[in-house]
């Protein structure tokens, strides 16, 4: 699954089709210095609802740093320079968890969660779950930055003048970007209604990335820089390590002696794996979080007669939810790189939506789970 997912993601990048989408709803909905902002912050995590957050990142990053240029902005002490890089950081950030397409660690949760349990999460079943708290922290996030840091110019004319010629010079639409769009909304609703069934997540992506070839809408060549080998065998290991700690009851052992005595009730187990993966996630890769913290969370469900794969949320979720720091995600790496912000400007609003982050996430588990069947 998360190598067709890359290479879908690859297809669409390589045809022209997302940066056509982001330029086109620039242009036209970015009429203000704020709404330019939200258009952007807008489709970084639309597109990170279908693509990997750093892919969509890095995609971004080139022309909000020649937005940035045009509008004769000041390295590090614009705050509107701030406001464009850290938008396009926590837009991928927040859509990012929307879906499995958003990253590898929700697609690396669940299948730890099957390898252990047998049990899995559906692709739709996950979306119901997690939307209403991405809803909810997408206004939010906006409001923090929008507060923390000052508007300082009045006009985005020459931004757009660029966004213009980059429209003009991309020409019109063709085949290709009609029909790498048509092969990936087919992926996503076949993964909505059968996802689950006897064909699988995986059997569908693959599936797809065949047609792409048959069709002869991509080359191998085209889309194989887009495919992280080394996060896919990295992914592979945390499975096999999660398996490992699971079977050989040394999952159970730590769940015991380290979270057991501390936590009383399903609720607090879930506020308790979710508080620590969202803060472990700020400092390490979310692999290695949900590497460590899963099978322990799954040995600690049984003791509490939780349901594991509540338990895969409240870890893989969180998981994802890095603020603060340019090591926690791609993201926050590509956006400290343009040099107009620094690393105490993201510390500074990132504790803030951490906080505000983790007791979303807690209120929609606890308030909104239970009505739609998801009991603990």
């Excluded at 003048?161 to 992926?187: D, N, P, R």
Aim: with cysteine.
């Amino acid at each position: 699954f998360i190598l067709g997912a890359f290479m879908l993601a690859g297809a669409v990048m390589h045809s022209g089709l997302s940066n056509r989408i982001a330029l086109v709803i620039m242009d036209r909905f970015g009429a203000s210095p704020k709404r330019l902002l939200l258009s952007i912050y807008l489709i970084a995590a639309v597109l990170s609802c279908v693509m990997s957050e750093h892919a969509v990142a890095a995609m971004l990053f080139p022309i909000v740093f020649e937005i940035a240029k045009s509008l004769g902005l000041k390295p590090g002490a614009s705050g509107y320079g701030k406001l464009l890089f850290l938008t396009l950081a926590w837009g991928c950030i927040i859509g990012g968890v929307a879906t499995f397409l958003g990253g590898a660690r929700v697609p690396l949760a669940v299948g730890m969660l099957k390898e252990i349990t047998g049990e899995t999460i559906g692709f739709l079943d996950y979306t119901i779950a997690v939307l209403p708290a991405v809803v909810v922290l997408l206004p939010v996030g906006f409001l923090i930055l929008t507060t923390a840091f000052k508007i300082d110019i009045e006009s985005v004319d020459k931004a757009h003048e660029l966004l213009k010629k980059k429209i003009h010079a991309m020409g019109k639409i063709g085949y290709v970007e009609y029909a790498v769009g048509g092969v990936l909304g087919l992926t996503i609703l076949a993964w909505v209604l059968w996802g689950t069934a006897a064909v699988g997540l995986a059997t569908i992506a693959l599936i797809s990335v065949v047609l792409l070839f048959v069709l002869k809408l991509v080359r191998w060549k085209d889309i194989e820089e887009y495919v992280n080998w080394g996060i896919i065998l990295m992914y592979g290991g945390a499975i096999i390590l999660g398996s490992a700690l699971d079977k050989s009851g040394a999952a159970g052992w730590l769940a015991e002696k380290t979270l057991g005595e501390w936590i009383s009730s399903p609720w607090a187990a879930v506020a308790a794996f979710s508080l620590l993966a969202i803060l472990l996630t700020e400092g390490m890769s979310n692999a290695a979080v949900i590497a460590m913290l899963l099978p322990v969370g799954i040995g600690l469900s049984e003791r509490f007669f939780i349901d594991a794969s509540i338990v895969t949320y409240a870890i893989a979720v969180p998981a994802g939810l890095a603020f603060t720091l340019p090591m926690s995600t791609p993201a926050n790496a590509i956006a400290v790189s343009s040099n107009y912000l620094t690393v105490k400007d993201m510390l500074k609003v990132g504790v803030i939506m951490v906080l505000v982050s983790w007791v979303v996430f807690n209120l929609t588990a606890r308030f909104y789970w239970p009505l739609v069947g998801m009991g603990y």
